[in-house]
Nanobody, 122 residues
Framework: QVQLEESGGGLVQTGGSLRLSCAAS????????MGWFRQAPGKERDFVAA????????VHADSVKGRFTISRDNTKDTVFLQMNSLKPEDTAVYYC???????????????WGQGTQVTVSS
């Protein structure tokens, strides 16, 4: 079992930055690939970014490529999402998740956090 807790969300203006953190407890987070997803009101949960167990390979959705960066620190069992040049369309609840393999499919992730709200004002 892995417990995940996101933090770092908030309200920011267009063009601003936020850094989300996802702290893992329970079984070592380094045993899992980690991903970030987001869900806006009335919409499906969308893939944002993911990284392998060691953090050596990452993948980002086209909509955030060049603006968002996923990283991890396995010594602290923490995954990060650095978000720059934020846009109003980035407004959503952001979730971190753990999976046994690197994937962009939400259905493959076994463990999920409760989410953190990110709101970007225009």
């Amino acid at each position: 079992q892995v417990q995940l807790e996101e933090s770092g969300g908030g309200l920011v203006q267009t063009g601003g930055s936020l850094r989300l953190s996802c702290a893992a407890s329970g079984r070592t987070a380094g045993s899992y690939a980690m991903g970030w997803f987001r869900q806006a009101p009335g919409k499906e949960r969308d893939f944002v970014a993911a990284t392998t167990r060691g953090g050596g390979f990452t993948v980002h959705a086209d909509s955030v490529k060049g603006r968002f960066t996923i990283s991890r620190d396995n010594t602290k069992d923490t995954v990060f999402l650095q978000m720059n040049s934020l846009k109003p369309e980035d407004t959503a609840v952001y979730y971190c998740a753990a999976a046994s393999i690197l994937t962009i499919r939400a259905s493959t992730y076994q463990y999920w956090g409760q989410g953190t709200q990110v709101t970007v004002s225009s």
